[in-house]
């Protein structure tokens, strides 16, 4: 099965269902519980799946086209993203490419993880070529002058 996912695509969740009904009618599964635990991995979590779609924000609803595209049964579901919210990438993200000016890092691992190792900062600085980076953790972000540059960051 084939899926994709289009940012305008927010458009598409207006509806006066609530959020578990709409999300389970892509659902290959009847099973609630499986609906709920992809919500919650979207944090969407208690009542939360229970509030109407059509009073989501833009960010809420194109986490539903989200949660849709992995209850998809895609072959190979890839969810390219941007986002400020560290909860809600170090909750989805098992696999990290970031881009640098000497090349990519690609490695299959929670985003914590990532950006905890050691080796991966070591690579980082390499492919950067005195670069400014971006330091990334837990909720932060702020720039490392190390030379005139681009900026090199997830």
Known sequence: MRSCFR?????????????IDWI???????????VRSFLRRMLFSGD????????????ERVQC???????????????LFTSHDHQLVASIAN????????????????????????RITEL???????HVLAEIGAGTARHVPRARGTICGS
Not at 9 to 18: C, E, I, M, P
Not at 24 to 34: A, L
Not at 65 to 79: H, N, W
Not at 124 to 130: A, E, M, N, T, Y
């Open 65 to 79: 086209l989200q949660t849709r595209l992995m209850l998809s049964g895609a072959s190979c579901p890839i969810l």
């Open 95 to 118: 696999r990290v490419f970031e881009l640098c000016p000497g090349g990519v890092i690609d490695r299959s691992m929670e985003f914590d993880d990532y950006l905890a190792e050691e």
């Open 48 to 59: 939360e799946a229970l509030k109407p779609v059509r009073v989501l924000f833009r960010g």
């Open 24 to 34: 389970s009618r892509y659902s290959p599964n009847d099973d609630e519980t499986i």
């Open 124 to 130: 980082r600085d390499r492919l950067s070529h005195g």
């Open 7 to 19: 940012r305008e695509g927010a458009n598409q969740v207006d509806s006066n269902d609530r959020l």
